[in-house]
Each structure stands twice: as structure tokens, then as C-alpha cells.
């Protein structure tokens, strides 16, 4: 992934640092539009994933749509320039200023995910003389067999609506004058691999529709969420999500009426291979149990780790090719030194400041450049000043 050029350039540079590769974000893109455009899917771009500039004016150039969940992001995204009529405001938490806000700006829809939201936005709407564009988003529970701390879509979770309050909701809808109900929504959980788990919600998607015809309500908009994952073990070579199976499975088992729109929120599987943490080995420390490598870069610049658990793939790239993966996985290739087992810590004052237990990398010495791969999402988005940290710069390739 870094030829001799760029690791050369890394070393002029003040670590840490996210590094974007902007080709890589660039073929996602591609491949992820070729295969929605396919089917007619529209696609929305969850931002919170990344709300970096450069990624965003790309993301807005493929003709996008954007996802948001804070008032903020609402006003980022249209200051940015996707279309008012393409944003989504979900959340389920809005607060007032932030609905006032969405419905000043006219934005394509707010998903709403309580029956008392419901009858808020109806309110601050009315005072504006407006009417606010409403999908209601479901809780179908369907199990995302994902980490427990990123699901989403059970009973048992904070988001959405349950399904059996879908008579409160239709009572809730006639009641008020100023919601415009445009379709349901729903978001099960983040890094989904098992397309079977989308096949399940398809089928619940059919049921939960037919509920609404059924009450006399038109569906104008499925919105099936996001969370299709992406493989953290092997950024190199299999950098893309298979975006063309993930649609078809929508393709053949979602019922989809005569003109009406399907909708994807995507975050993690646009965003998620472009960026890699580039740090510096701060201090080596050999223990008698164990060695630790301290980087420079810690849970302020990437929290993923210590947040949910995740993986990450690490590598010295001072120390020559050393993706332990392909070392493992590649038939034929030569090791050529011995392996040593690190903690890859940062220097946060916390114990669970930590990358990884255990990680396999040549001999490291102080000053080595260590790649943390795949932190395109929910990578620099989430960081932090936590002990007065500077605030981690970009550096984006072609530059
Ligand atoms: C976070 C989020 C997404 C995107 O999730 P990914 O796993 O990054 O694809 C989509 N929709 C909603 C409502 C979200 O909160």
C-alpha cells in the first residue's frame, strides 16, 4: 500500500497524522454507484462516518445524498452542497433547535424514531406553517450478527420504533396536519458481512409495508438503511465491499412497488478502507511478560479499538513489507526476520489506551513509522482533545 516514495514523504511529516488515500475513495465509489444505479437505488451518505472536507466534496461529486443524525451535520452537509432535497435527518435524539433547524432548511425527510417525536416535529412544523416530510424508522428486529455494541435493530435497543406501536404511530399520523408520512426506515447495525442478515430484513420490510397499506397508508420510500461491512483484515486485497451482492439482495427480495424509491444509507463501506493512521514508535519497552510498542497516536486520534472492541490492522512499514496477513496468508513468501509479539499502546492516561494486544511485527525501534490500516470510518470523526491533545491533522495523497 506505501511504496518507498510515500513512506519518504511520511518521514518529513509530524506524526500523527490520517493519511487518505483518495484513489482508493475514489474506486469505492465508483464500484458503489455503478452497482446501485444498476437497480435505481438511491444512495445516501451516512456522515458521520467521515466529515472530512476532501472526502465530502468527493462523496458529493458522485451525486450522493447524506445521511445525517445531528443538526449539524444537516447544515454541514447542505453548506457543502448535497442537494436540500437529498438530505435525511435521523437521530433519536433531535432537539428542537435541531428540527427548526432541518425544517428551515426544507429537507428532503426526518426519520423519525418515537411516537412523541412525532408529534413534536408536528408542532414546531405548524408554527412555521410547514409541513415536514416523515418516515417512521422501524425497529424490525432482525439480528445483525454483528458486535453487540454496534446492533442496532433489536427490541432491546434504544433506536426506533417498535413494531408494536404501529397502531400508536398511524393514530399519531392522523392526528397531525403539518407530518407529510413519506415511508419507513430502518438501520439494524453496523458492520454487517452476512448478506442472510439482510435477507431477513427485506422480509420483515415486506411485512411492516403491507401493515401500512393495509392501515391506508402509501409508501412512498423504502429506506433500508446502512451498515454493510468491510474487511479489516485484508485492506490490500480485498479493499472493496461486494456492494454488487449487498444490492442484489435487495433487488430479489424486497417487494417493490411501482414507483417507489429504495434507499441506502451507506457509511462505513464507502469510507472505511480510505484512510490509515500513520504514527511514530515513541518508546520500545521490553518487559519480562511483555513487550509494548507506545505510539504517538493513541484513543484520541482513533477510539475505535478501545470504543468497541475493533480490529485494526497494524504494520511497521519502517520495517519493509510486514502486512501480517499476507505474511501468513501468501504461499511461498519468504519470511525474513523473526516476528515479535507487541501491545501497540498509546499515550493516553488510560489503561484501555490501547490498539491491540499481541501483534506480530519485525523488531521496532523508536522513531518507526506504524501504519493503523482501514480508520476511514468513524476514525477521525471521533477524535478527541482528552488530555489537552493537539488535534490530529490530514494529509491526503496526489499531493
Ligand atoms: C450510522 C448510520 C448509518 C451508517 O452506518 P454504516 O454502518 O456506517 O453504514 C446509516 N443510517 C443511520 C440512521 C445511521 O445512524
Given at each position: 500500500m506505501f511504496n518507498t516514495n510515500t513512506i519518504s514523504r511520511f518521514q518529513q511529516l509530524e506524526t500523527p497524522f490520517y493519511y487518505y488515500h483518495l484513489d482508493v475513495l475514489r474506486n469505492t465509489l465508483d464500484a458503489c454507484r455503478a452497482a446501485s444505479s444498476k437497480h435505481g437505488f438511491h444512495v445516501h451518505y451516512a456522515m458521520k462516518a467521515n466529515f472530512n472536507p476532501r472526502v465530502l466534496d468527493m462523496i458529493k461529486a458522485y451525486g450522493f445524498g447524506a445521511d445525517c443524525v445531528s443538526g449539524n451535520e444537516v447544515k454541514a452537509a447542505i453548506a457543502h452542497g448535497f442537494g436540500k432535497e437529498k438530505v435525511v435527518f435521523a437521530g433519536v435524539g433531535k432537539s428542537d433547535k435541531e428540527i427548526n433547524l432541518a425544517l428551515d432548511e426544507d429537507i428532503f425527510c426526518f426519520n423519525a424514531e418515537s411516537v412523541q417525536e412525532l408529534f413534536v416535529i408536528d408542532e414546531l412544523a405548524r408554527a412555521k406553517s410547514k409541513v415536514a416530510k416523515i418516515a417512521i424508522r422501524i425497529n424490525p428486529n432482525v439480528d445483525a450478527h454483528t458486535h453487540h455494541f454496534i446492533t442496532t435493530g433489536l427490541d432491546e435497543n434504544k433506536f426506533g420504533i417498535n413494531t408494536w406501536q404501529l397502531p400508536e404511530v398511524a393514530d399519531a399520523l392522523r392526528k397531525c396536519p403539518n407530518l407529510q408520512?413519506?415511508?419507513?426506515?430502518?438501520?439494524?447495525?453496523?458492520?454487517?458481512?452476512?448478506?442472510?442478515?439482510?435477507?431477513?430484513?427485506?422480509?420483515?420490510?415486506?411485512?411492516?409495508?403491507?401493515?401500512?397499506e393495509d392501515h391506508g397508508f402509501a409508501v412512498k420510500v423504502l429506506n433500508t438503511g446502512g451498515g454493510l461491512g468491510i474487511d479489516y483484515h485484508h485492506p490490500d486485497t480485498n479493499g472493496i465491499s461486494d456492494f454488487e451482492s449487498y444490492f442484489k439482495v435487495f433487488k430479489q427480495f424486497l417487494n417493490v412497488r411501482p414507483g417507489q424509491e429504495v434507499h441506502f444509507e451507506l457509511g462505513r463501506a464507502l469510507v472505511g478502507q480510505?484512510?490509515?493512521?500513520?504514527?511514530?514508535?515513541?518508546?520500545?519497552?521490553?518487559?519480562?511478560?511483555?513487550?509494548?510498542?507506545?505510539?504517538?497516536?493513541?484513543?484520541?486520534?482513533?477510539?475505535?479499538?478501545?470504543?468497541?472492541?475493533?480490529?485494526?490492522?497494524?504494520?511497521?512499514?519502517s520495517r519493509g513489507e510486514s502486512e501480517v496477513g499476507s505474511r501468513k496468508s501468501e504461499v511461498g513468501k519468504e519470511l525474513t526476520q523473526d516476528l515479535i509479539k507487541y501491545d501497540v499502546v498509546g499515550p493516553i492516561c488510560e489503561s484501555t489506551d490501547c490498539f491491540q494486544k499481541d501483534v506480530e511485527l519485525p523488531e521496532s525501534f523508536r522513531g518507526d513509522l506504524i501504519a493503523v490500516r482501514?480508520?476511514?470510518?468513524?476514525?477521525?470523526?471521533?477524535?478527541?482533545?482528552?488530555?489537552?491533545?493537539?488535534?490530529?491533522?490530514?494529509?491526503y495523497s496526489g499531493e
Open positions: 408520512f413519506l415511508g419507513i426506515h430502518f438501520h439494524i447495525g453496523s458492520q454487517i458481512t452476512d448478506m442472510e442478515v439482510y435477507k431477513n430484513l427485506c422480509n420483515r420490510i415486506n411485512e411492516i409495508q403491507d401493515w401500512f480510505c484512510a490509515t493512521l500513520i504514527s511514530r514508535v515513541l518508546y520500545v519497552k521490553n518487559g519480562q511478560k511483555k513487550n509494548f510498542l507506545v505510539l504517538d497516536a493513541g484513543m484520541t486520534e482513533l477510539i475505535r479499538p478501545m470504543l468497541y472492541q475493533a480490529y485494526h490492522l497494524i504494520e511497521n512499514i482501514t480508520a476511514g470510518a468513524y476514525g477521525e470523526v471521533m477524535a478527541s482533545s482528552y488530555n489537552l491533545r493537539d488535534r490530529v491533522s490530514s494529509v
